[in-house]
């Protein structure tokens, strides 16, 4: 049995998979249709061409052009072919955030399509552009590819009111890279372990700069921006002020037990004073050899 994170990476998977086939049905539609529009324009303007009066007057009676989406108004024709060149590059925008590529672009400059967004604004979109296509009257393709696109629409803004933001991650399939940090443990005897920070090379830069100079020739520190939080605060250092404030915060500060390695040798403690007093008496009294001096070899 699989867990249920699975089940639900493998079914938002599915219905991401289910939107981008509409969606590539609803761009081979389009293209179709468009073409079909375009033919049926170039009939109407040759009939009128050859001089068919009859054909002409029935057909100007109409609403549409006959055989297409195209109104029989002035620039019917260039806006029905906007019209559906505006549906195919929405359909391609939609295909490529789907698939996540370049996720880069979509969060600058079309936000609710990037990563920190769901899957509701998609849906809406999707929604729009099957509610245009059913809109005209088209041929049995066009119609299920974009009643099926209206569907997946529907689907998704209700996946994006249930899982909001957190879908993108949910059912990106690289997601294992990022929960792979969660193994790591967060905290340590109460204490939160935070991400380390390197201030070094902010350091180094900021020593070396040339605004670093200036600050330093006017006597101003360098600001809390720079190199670490703590700017132009004062430090605790690593006596009893520092070992308090550290203790405050909830580190503990613990001495390490002292150890030799297994090969050092023992040393035996050095004697008492008593010991040596008493062994001086011994030996004085057990001798009566006078005390010899020893010069050292350095001795001037």
């Not at 029905?80 to 590059?89: H, M």
């Not at 696109?149 to 689907?155: H, M, P, R, V």
């Not at 905290?187 to 070094?200: R, Y």
């Not at 030996?283 to 001795?299: I, K, L, M, N, V």
Request: aromatic residues 10%.
């Amino acid at each position: 049995m699989l867990p249920p994170r699975a089940y639900v990476f493998i079914g938002l998977n599915i219905i991401r998979a289910l939107s981008i086939i509409a969606l590539l049905l609803v761009f081979a539609s389009s293209i179709f249709t468009m073409v079909h529009d375009v033919e049926a324009v170039n009939d109407f303007i040759a009939a009128g061409k050859a001089g068919n009066a009859t054909l002409v007057a029935l057909m100007s009676d109409c609403d549409y052009i006959e055989g297409s989406t195209v109104p029989n108004q002035p620039a019917g024709a260039f806006w029905a072919v906007l019209n559906w060149l505006l549906i195919i590059f929405q359909v391609i925008f939609l295909i490529l955030s789907e698939i996540g590529w370049p996720m880069k672009f979509f969060e600058r400059y079309f936000p609710v399509l990037g990563e920190n967004f769901g899957v509701g604004a998609l849906g809406v979109i999707q929604c729009l552009i099957g509610a245009t296509v059913l809109s005209h009257h088209v041929d049995d393709f066009s119609l299920v590819s974009a009643f099926f696109l209206f569907s997946l629409g529907c689907l998704n803004i209700l996946l994006g009111l249930i899982f909001r933001a957190s879908i993108k991650s949910r059912r990106s399939l690289f997601a294992w890279k990022e929960r792979a940090k969660d193994v790591l443990p967060t905290s340590v005897a109460g204490v939160k372990i935070g991400p380390i920070v390197d201030h070094g090379s902010s350091f180094v830069s900021s020593v070396f700069s040339e605004k670093g100079q200036r600050d330093r020739e006017s006597g101003a520190g360098p600001g809390p921006s720079e190199h670490g939080v703590l700017g132009n605060r004062p430090g605790f250092g690593f006596g009893r002020q520092g070992e308090k404030a550290a203790g405050l915060k909830g580190f503990l500060i613990s001495k390490p037990v002292e150890s030799l390695p297994r090969y050092a040798p023992k040393r035996n403690p050095p004697p008492a004073a008593s010991e040596l007093e008493y062994e001086g008496e011994e030996e004085e009294e057990g001798s009566t050899r006078p005390p010899t001096f020893h010069s050292s070899p350095h001795a001037a």
